[in-house]
């Protein structure tokens, strides 16, 4: 029988897969450049929510002002970790780079212990519920999933029609060869991960929408975006892209059918065995 609130779960479940694919887009992109994984990424999301909230709440900044300052904010911190902490250990073995971005991660989380505490803090915002027929939908949820597939044609064109996103398609391909025909892989990296880090600071505006900030907020985000990446195929855009569609689905329709928390339960149990099948990823070349 058809059944309205399934449909309203699975609707819900797109609009979260939005700001998930934008988190695995930003992630995917930087590994698929520098070959390096940002495991503190979702500390990077942390900053800019807290850069909103500060501006915001505490400043009195418009909000469309705090947001663009944020956006910035974020960008710059992206620059800052590839060349403070990425670009020393670039020649290392991979665990070298997973353990000093790991170290990172928990300097981030202290520094904002320290800085704000622990407690939960808001925007205060109080967003429209929207009603279409019996089912009921956050607004700024729909206005995060817009938001999010306008980041996500922003990035596609220009990686397919700038001279910089074609360079930078390129060195993703073949590192070795392209020095050769005239690319400066430093620019690319710089550009790369301040381009990963902007995406992060959209995602902090469109969660902090949402969500409390405090300095654990990135638990909640990194290990699915990390897995959703992983699934998808690291350094496979696309695949993460659509893997963040079907994790956000498990979560979604299986919290209609039992608890929010099932859900989650069964979308890392489907990444397990998927990893058992296709380690490599569902959409890996």
Request: charged share 10%.
């Amino acid at each position: 029988m058809f059944d309205i609130f399934l449909v309203e779960a699975v609707i819900n479940g797109v609009l979260l897969g939005g700001v998930l694919a934008l988190l695995a887009l930003g992630l995917n992109l930087v590994f698929g450049v520098i070959d390096v994984v940002w495991i503190c990424y979702a500390e990077l999301v942390m900053i800019g929510m807290y850069a909103i909230w500060w501006l915001y709440a505490f400043y009195g900044v418009p909000l469309v002002i705090a947001i663009p300052i944020a956006i910035a904010i974020v960008s710059v911190a992206g620059v800052l970790l590839h060349q403070l902490v990425i670009r020393p250990v670039l020649g290392t073995a991979p665990i070298n780079q997973l353990l000093v971005t790991g170290g990172v991660l928990f300097f981030l989380q202290a520094a904002a212990t320290l800085a704000f505490g622990i407690e939960f803090r808001n925007l205060g915002l109080r967003m429209p519920i929207v009603e279409f027929g019996e089912m009921f939908f956050s607004f700024a949820r729909i206005l995060a999933f817009g938001t999010a597939l306008a980041g996500v044609l922003v990035l596609w064109l220009f990686l397919t029609r700038t001279y910089l996103g074609t360079a930078i398609r390129a060195i993703s391909q073949d590192r070795e060869i392209m020095p050769l025909m005239g690319v400066n892989p430093r620019k690319i990296y710089l550009t790369t991960s301040a381009i990963g880090g902007g995406m992060a600071g959209v995602a902090a505006s469109l969660l902090a929408l949402q969500y409390d900030v405090h300095p654990a907020i990135g638990l909640s985000f990194g290990p699915i975006t990390f897995m959703i990446c992983v699934l998808g195929g690291l350094g496979n855009m696309a695949g993460g892209f659509i893997a963040a569609f079907v994790f956000a689905q498990f979560i979604s329709v299986g919290g209609f059918y039992l608890q929010i928390e099932w859900g989650y339960v069964l979308a890392f149990a489907f990444f397990i065995v998927m990893m058992f099948i296709k380690p490599q990823g569902l959409f890996s070349r």
